[in-house]
Nanobody
Framework: QVQLVESGGGSVQAGESLRLACSASYPYSSACLAWFRQAPGKEREGVGYVHSGGDTPSYADSVKGRVTISEDRAKKTVYLQMNNLKPEDTAMYYC?????????????????WGQGTQVTVSS
């Protein structure tokens, strides 16, 4: 059974930083772990992903340069460090997992999702 629990969301001012965490539990040797976000009235979009086991993370162009994904393999936890936050980063942030090396941010490739953590950025 796969379980994903996000944490670390909150309300911040523009220019500040947040680090989100996704604690993953899965009965597989590895998985592709991704971050997505969904702003009110908008479609869910990919932020970035990493395949567990030391892959180099990959990021969506919209956030490249402001976010960093890292992994603590021992804890099966993936982090999303977001810097210089902007009001347009306001969204519910979701962690997703797939026990295959999908290495992509297509929504339909991920079968397991967390409940999300809210990030609100005010100007």
């Amino acid at each position: 059974q796969v379980q994903l629990v996000e944490s670390g969301g909150g309300s911040v001012q523009a220019g500040e930083s947040l680090r989100l965490a996704c604690s993953a539990s899965y009965p597989y040797s590895s998985a592709c772990l991704a971050w997505f976000r969904q702003a009110p009235g908008k479609e869910r979009e990919g932020v970035g992903y990493v395949h567990s086991g030391g892959d180099t993370p990959s990021y969506a162009d919209s956030v490249k340069g402001r976010v960093t994904i890292s992994e603590d393999r021992a804890k099966k936890t993936v982090y999303l460090q977001m810097n210089n936050l902007k009001p347009e980063d306001t969204a519910m942030y979701y962690c997703a997992a797939e026990p295959r090396p999908v290495r992509d941010l297509r929504l339909d490739l991920y079968n397991y999702w967390g409940q999300g953590t809210q990030v609100t950025v005010s100007s």
